[in-house]
């Protein structure tokens, strides 16, 4: 049964697909109004260098990783830096990816309640949404691929019915197009965290790759682009439909964008409610995928020998947490606090790591040498 | 005699005690338990007989035949008591007795005369003596198909399979001799299956003429055909047909040690074989294809599938098999490809259709009529108000009507479904919207949603997603869209948790790493293009077109 054992790895490009299709969530409906803050009309801008910015993040850690193969990060961490540090640094990769969850939760939820159904209990939006991405990740990495390439025709739906505001369109409202505000695009670009949260999962998902031709880092990289065009261009049609200053003041901008759409004509109404629909497929995708990562990592590190048994224990802290962040200090407090431990993460342990690897193999080279 | 009872008329239990009806009554249960007990010795004495002859037969066998022909006649009976279907006649084989034995209604007695009974009772002088079995066997039958046998087990089989058991006095083999011929559906067309263009021929219920059917399409060597005795008591005859060097390496392996491993009473219908074939018992989804096309199943042995043949049932199974395979008709084959991939589409669309229209329709109205255009929202909101019921029950209710109706389309006989058909379509349709239960929206809606069942070339499959109509319909009751697109999800997820034979059940649909086999899935490549068997079921030969000059 040959055929069986392929359906565990996955191919190069398939790995580019599936850790870039996780970064696009309805996070970003929100998110946009706190990066809007400090780049304005320039969030276009600002999302591009955010692109290079976390791909430069992920490049660290697929040469991490590199470093290790057929290993994850739970794995070969207590050997570079110890029991101990290991243990702490592997927490807090669980909980860059568990609060991604938790945000992606939030965010579905709130915009499904608002939009959707105003008098439904938040709690129940959660526990209906959590249960069906508990269903995915307690299946073998094999299914989920499937799931996760089935379900990522959401994105071009998506992409067509956000494209819609075009129809609004102001090309003044870029305007000036050189910017002068440096200093608001590059805070901006920190707080793109949102925007590109989940390729963090790279650090287990690298061994169930299977190595060919083409290197992970071009997969992946184009993968980030693609996304990353997605953001800019979506920057430039929000901005210049509904302008900076709007984008500010409300909370869910592109919605917002949307409602003002209207096709005459045609038999599609409400369409801030079909983007919705294919909003929810795509963040279910970065949710079940950082869920599965979660269990696999945890399964890895503690040398289990089933993923399965770990998606159940994080499901009550999830589901409470989601459910505590139900209004908006507390969603922007818990925001701030998931972008600084996503960046931590990214950009102080990662490199810190990699540094330990490359003058841990120098010396090793050396003592070869001798 | 005494002498005051001489002339007098008196009653007989007077005259004689012995004779009144208390004791004829007592002596005639007296009688029928001395025969309970002696019927009671007889069972108890038959036991013994049995175990002794079955101490002295060999391992598995229930007793040994012996060079008596009396004997074995005895033996033979006894195994056989109360079948009076079996049949014996005696006759003589130059000196020796013979006794031949058969089930009537499963043997040709007209080839029987003629290929025993006219060969042995005319060729041999009556002081003559026979020689040994297999001369008989070479020399004096000549039917097409003798096989000496000596295991009674074998002897017995044979014999309820439709061959003839020769009996020779003075030998303790036997001459199983093939003289099958039972009353049989004929070759017709395929009721469930029919296309327009194509072969109309479809399998009956004979194992035999079922094979013939797909040898009659291939002429190559590698396809096998392997038969095995499935059903302690039923022996059923099920074969396993496959292409040797293009299935997939292990497949036939595993299929064969399943069905070997079936232990089961008996088999009846294909299904019973079935359900031991896959593993997930509870899953809606068919995971074999049953087909009673000959057409399909060759097509799908070249493939690199397997395909199973049960005797006494029309249909065949094949596997291991994909969600494209239930989607796809032999019609697509006989249109023109860009036709077929545009009806395949619709397909697709159809199955969506059947699962989630009914749904769309409750939540849309429930909970986001805004997403209607204004005209058309507010007519349905006219309608509605007609209707005393909340949409779920609405649709229920119509669901229901609609599933009554199948049900007894599919049990009447095809006069009467038509008539059922238009009192249930017409008659009952209009009235329940007359009177209000329902609106006529509704009504469109789940007709759409039953139609499109319908244009499923898969019977079962059409049947799951039936199944999967009504979950639907409470998730968009309860979280309207938001529901509704998370049960898709999760219906997305099983049927991609879905496996048969280790491959995915949603095939390569969007499988990127299976893109060579896009070709023939979703859209119909021209024949042309098709030049590689699917990867999917791994075959060990991939080409198709352009291999061998």
Same mark, same amino acid.
């Given at each position: 049964?040959?055929?069986?054992?392929?359906?565990?790895?996955?191919?190069?490009?398939?790995?580019?697909?599936?850790?870039?299709?996780?970064?696009?969530?309805?996070?970003?409906?929100?998110?946009?109004?706190?990066?809007?803050?400090?780049?304005?009309?320039?969030?276009?801008?600002?999302?591009?260098?955010?692109?290079?910015?976390? #791909?430069?993040?992920?490049?660290?850690?697929?040469?991490?990783?590199?470093?290790?193969?057929?290993?994850?990060?739970?794995?070969?961490?207590?050997?570079?830096?110890?029991?101990?540090?290991?243990?702490?640094?592997?927490?807090?990769?669980?909980?860059?990816?568990?609060?991604?969850?938790?945000?992606?939760?939030?965010?579905?939820?709130?915009?499904?309640?608002?939009?959707?159904?105003?008098?439904?209990? $938040?709690?129940?939006?959660?526990?209906?949404?959590?249960?069906?991405?508990?269903?995915?990740?307690?299946?073998?990495?094999?299914?989920?691929?499937?799931?996760?390439?089935?379900?990522?025709?959401?994105?071009?739906?998506?992409?067509?019915?956000?494209?819609?505001?075009?129809?609004?369109?102001?090309?003044?409202?870029?305007?000036?197009?050189?910017?002068?505000?440096?200093?608001?695009?590059?805070?901006?670009?920190?707080? $793109?965290?949102?925007?590109?949260?989940?390729?963090?999962?790279?650090?287990?998902?690298?061994?169930?790759?299977?190595?060919?031709?083409?290197?992970?880092?071009?997969?992946?990289?184009?993968?980030?682009?693609?996304?990353?065009?997605?953001?800019?261009?979506?920057?430039?049609?929000?901005?210049?439909?509904?302008?900076?200053?709007?984008?500010?003041?409300?909370?869910?901008?592109?919605?917002?964008?949307?409602?003002?759409?209207?096709?005459?004509?045609?038999?599609?109404?409400?369409?801030?409610?079909?983007?919705?629909?294919?909003?929810?497929?795509?963040?279910?995708?970065?949710?079940?995928?950082?869920?599965?990562?979660?269990?696999?990592?945890?399964?890895?590190?503690?040398? #289990?020998?089933? $993923?399965?048994?770990?998606?159940?224990?994080?499901?009550?802290?999830?589901?409470?947490?989601?459910?505590?962040?139900?209004?908006?200090?507390?969603?922007?407090?818990?925001? $701030?606090?998931?972008?600084?431990?996503?960046?931590?993460?990214?950009?102080?342990?990662?490199?810190?790591?990699?540094?330990?690897?490359?003058?841990?193999?120098?010396?090793?080279?050396?003592?070869?040498?001798? | 005699?005494?002498?005051?009872?001489?002339? @007098?008329?008196?009653?007989?239990?007077?005259?004689?005690?012995?004779?009144?009806?208390?004791?004829?009554?007592?002596?005639?249960?007296?009688?029928?338990?001395?025969?309970?007990?002696?019927?009671?010795? !007889?069972?108890?004495?038959?036991? %013994?007989?049995?175990?002794?002859?079955?101490?002295?037969?060999?391992?598995?066998?229930?007793?040994?035949?012996?060079?008596?022909?009396?004997?074995?006649?005895?033996?033979? @009976?006894?195994?056989?008591?109360?079948?009076?279907?079996?049949?014996?006649?005696?006759?003589?084989?130059?000196?020796?007795?013979?006794?031949?034995?058969?089930?009537?209604?499963?043997?040709?007695?007209?080839?029987?005369?003629?290929?025993?009974?006219?060969?042995?009772?005319?060729?041999?002088?009556?002081?003559?003596?026979?020689?040994?079995?297999?001369?008989?066997?070479?020399?004096?039958?000549?039917?097409?198909?003798?096989?000496?046998?000596?295991?009674?087990? !074998?002897?017995?089989?044979?014999?309820?399979?439709?061959?003839?058991?020769?009996?020779?006095?003075?030998?303790?083999?036997?001459?199983?001799?093939?003289?099958?011929?039972?009353?049989?559906?004929?070759?017709?067309?395929? !009721?469930?299956?029919?296309?327009?263009?194509?072969?109309?021929?479809?399998?009956?219920?004979?194992?035999?003429?079922?094979?013939?059917?797909?040898?009659?399409?291939?002429?190559?060597?590698?396809?096998?055909?392997?038969?095995?005795?499935?059903?302690?008591?039923?022996?059923?005859?099920?074969?396993?047909?496959?292409?040797?060097?293009?299935?997939?390496?292990?497949?036939?392996?595993?299929?064969?040690?399943?069905?070997?491993?079936?232990?089961?009473?008996?088999?009846?219908?294909?299904?019973?074989? !079935?359900?031991?074939?896959?593993? @997930?018992?509870?899953?809606?989804?068919?995971?074999?294809?049953?087909?009673?096309?000959?057409?399909?199943?060759?097509?799908?042995?070249?493939?690199?599938?397997?395909?199973?043949?049960?005797?006494?049932?029309?249909?065949?199974?094949?596997?291991?098999?994909?969600?494209?395979?239930?989607?796809?008709?032999?019609?697509?084959?006989?249109?023109?490809?860009?036709?077929?991939?545009?009806?395949?589409?619709?397909?697709?669309?159809?199955?969506?259709?059947?699962?989630?229209?009914?749904?769309?329709?409750?939540?849309?109205?429930?909970?986001?009529?805004?997403?209607?255009?204004?005209?058309?929202?507010?007519?349905?909101?006219?309608?509605?108000?007609?209707?005393?019921?909340?949409?779920?029950?609405?649709?229920?209710?119509?669901?229901?009507?609609?599933?009554?109706?199948?049900?007894?389309?599919?049990?009447?006989?095809?006069?009467?479904?038509?008539?059922?058909? %238009?009192?249930?379509?017409?008659?009952?349709?209009?009235?329940?919207?007359?009177?209000?239960?329902?609106?006529?929206?509704?009504? %469109?809606?789940?007709?759409?949603?039953?139609?499109?069942?319908?244009?499923?070339?898969?019977?079962?499959?059409?049947?799951?997603?039936?199944?999967?109509?009504?979950?639907?319909?409470?998730?968009?009751?309860?979280?309207?869209?938001?529901?509704?697109?998370?049960?898709?999800?999760?219906?997305?997820?099983?049927?991609?948790?879905?496996?048969?034979?280790?491959?995915?059940?949603?095939?390569?649909?969007?499988?990127?790493?299976?893109?060579?086999?896009?070709?023939?899935?979703?859209?119909?490549?021209?024949?042309?293009?098709?030049?590689? @068997?699917?990867?999917?079921?791994?075959?060990?030969?991939?080409?198709?077109?352009?291999?061998?000059?």
């Amino acid at each position: 049964m040959e055929n069986l054992e392929r359906k565990g790895k996955m191919s190069p490009w398939q790995l580019g697909i599936i850790s870039t299709s996780g970064l696009l969530t309805a996070r970003l409906l929100s998110a946009t109004t706190n990066v809007v803050i400090y780049s304005e009309q320039f969030l276009w801008l600002s999302s591009a260098l955010a692109g290079v910015f976390f #791909y430069s993040a992920a490049y660290l850690m697929i040469r991490l990783a590199e470093q290790f193969p057929e290993e994850t990060i739970g794995e070969y961490i207590p050997r570079l830096v110890g029991k101990k540090f290991g243990t702490i640094i592997f927490l807090v990769f669980i909980t860059v990816l568990l609060v991604n969850i938790i945000n992606c939760t939030i965010a579905l939820t709130t915009l499904s309640s608002i939009f959707l159904f105003d008098r439904t209990p $938040h709690e129940f939006l959660v526990i209906v949404l959590l249960l069906a991405v508990v269903y995915c990740a307690m299946q073998n990495w094999g299914t989920i691929l499937r799931v996760i390439q089935i379900l990522i025709f959401a994105l071009p739906m998506l992409y067509i019915f956000y494209s819609l505001i075009w129809l609004n369109f102001e090309p003044l409202n870029l305007l000036p197009l050189w910017p002068d505000n440096f200093i608001g695009i590059l805070q901006g670009v920190a707080y $793109h965290t949102d925007y590109y949260a989940g390729y963090e999962s790279l650090l287990v998902l690298l061994p169930l790759a299977n190595r060919g031709e083409i290197s992970f880092a071009r997969t992946v990289g184009w993968g980030f682009l693609v996304i990353t065009l997605i953001y800019v261009f979506g920057g430039i049609v929000l901005i210049g439909s509904i302008t900076a200053k709007t984008v500010e003041l409300i909370h869910e901008p592109v919605i917002y964008g949307m409602k003002s759409v209207e096709l005459p004509g045609t038999f599609i109404e409400r369409l801030e409610n079909y983007m919705i629909i294919f909003f929810i497929p795509v963040t279910y995708i970065s949710m079940a995928l950082s869920y599965f990562v979660v269990a696999e990592g945890c399964r890895k590190y503690l040398k #289990y020998n089933d $993923h399965r048994i770990f998606i159940p224990v994080f499901l009550p802290l999830i589901f409470l947490v989601s459910s505590f962040v139900d209004t908006p200090q507390r969603q922007a407090v818990f925001q $701030h606090f998931s972008m600084f431990i996503a960046l931590f993460f990214s950009f102080v342990i990662i490199p810190i790591l990699l540094f330990l690897v490359w003058r841990k193999k120098g010396s090793d080279q050396q003592c070869e040498v001798e | 005699m005494d002498k005051s009872l001489r002339f @007098r008329l008196n009653k007989l239990s007077t005259v004689q005690p012995s004779s009144s009806i208390t004791t004829t009554l007592q002596k005639l249960a007296e009688l029928e338990k001395q025969v309970q007990k002696s019927k009671e010795v !007889e069972s108890a004495i038959n036991v %013994v007989v049995k175990d002794l002859r079955k101490a002295t037969a060999p391992e598995g066998q229930p007793f040994i035949f012996t060079n008596n022909i009396e004997m074995n006649e005895q033996l033979v @009976r006894g195994a056989l008591a109360y079948c009076d279907d079996v049949k014996y006649r005696s006759f003589r084989v130059g000196k020796a007795k013979a006794l031949l034995v058969y089930v009537s209604g499963l043997t040709d007695t007209s080839k029987l005369e003629r290929t025993v009974l006219e060969c042995l009772t005319g060729r041999l002088e009556n002081s003559k003596p026979v020689g040994d079995i297999n001369e008989i066997a070479n020399l004096l039958l000549t039917a097409a198909n003798v096989t000496v046998v000596i295991k009674p087990t !074998e002897a017995i089989t044979d014999l309820l399979k439709g061959h003839s058991l020769l009996l020779i006095d003075g030998i303790s083999e036997m001459l199983s001799i093939d003289a099958v011929k039972y009353e049989k559906r004929q070759i017709s067309k395929a !009721e469930n299956e029919d296309v327009a263009k194509g072969p109309h021929d479809s399998f009956n219920e004979t194992l035999s003429d079922n094979i013939a059917l797909v040898r009659r399409r291939t002429k190559d060597p590698s396809l096998k055909v392997e038969i095995f005795e499935i059903g302690s008591r039923t022996q059923t005859s099920v074969a396993l047909l496959y292409v040797d060097d293009i299935v997939k390496v292990g497949l036939v392996d595993e299929v064969r040690n399943q069905l070997l491993a079936i232990c089961i009473d008996k088999v009846i219908l294909s299904a019973n074989i !079935e359900e031991f074939l896959i593993d @997930r018992i509870w899953n809606p989804f068919p995971q074999v294809l049953a087909t009673e096309r000959p057409d399909k199943i060759v097509a799908g042995l070249y493939e690199g599938r397997i395909s199973i043949f049960v005797d006494n049932s029309p249909t065949a199974m094949m596997l291991p098999i994909t969600l494209q395979d239930l989607m796809q008709s032999v019609d697509d084959y006989t249109q023109r490809p860009a036709v077929a991939s545009l009806i395949r589409c619709m397909r697709y669309l159809s199955a969506l259709i059947a699962v989630f229209l009914p749904a769309l329709y409750v939540c849309i109205v429930s909970y986001h009529p805004g997403m209607l255009p204004s005209g058309l929202a507010f007519s349905i909101a006219e309608l509605r108000a007609r209707t005393p019921f909340p949409a779920l029950l609405e649709a229920f209710l119509m669901e229901g009507l609609l599933e009554i109706f199948q049900e007894a389309i599919v049990r009447l006989p095809q006069k009467l479904a038509a008539a059922a058909g %238009v009192v249930g379509g017409l008659v009952i349709g209009t009235t329940v919207v007359e009177a209000a239960l329902v609106n006529a929206l509704l009504v %469109v809606v789940i007709a759409l949603a039953g139609l499109s069942v319908f244009s499923m070339p898969s019977y079962t499959f059409g049947m799951a997603l039936r199944f999967f109509r009504i979950p639907a319909l409470i998730a968009a009751s309860v979280l309207g869209l938001y529901g509704v697109v998370i049960t898709s999800i999760v219906m997305i997820v099983f049927l991609c948790s879905l496996r048969t034979y280790s491959e995915s059940y949603l095939g390569d649909l969007f499988d990127i790493t299976l893109i060579e086999d896009w070709k023939d899935g979703l859209m119909r490549f021209p024949a042309k293009f098709l030049t590689s @068997r699917p990867k999917r079921l791994g075959p060990k030969d991939r080409t198709r077109i352009g291999g061998e000059e």
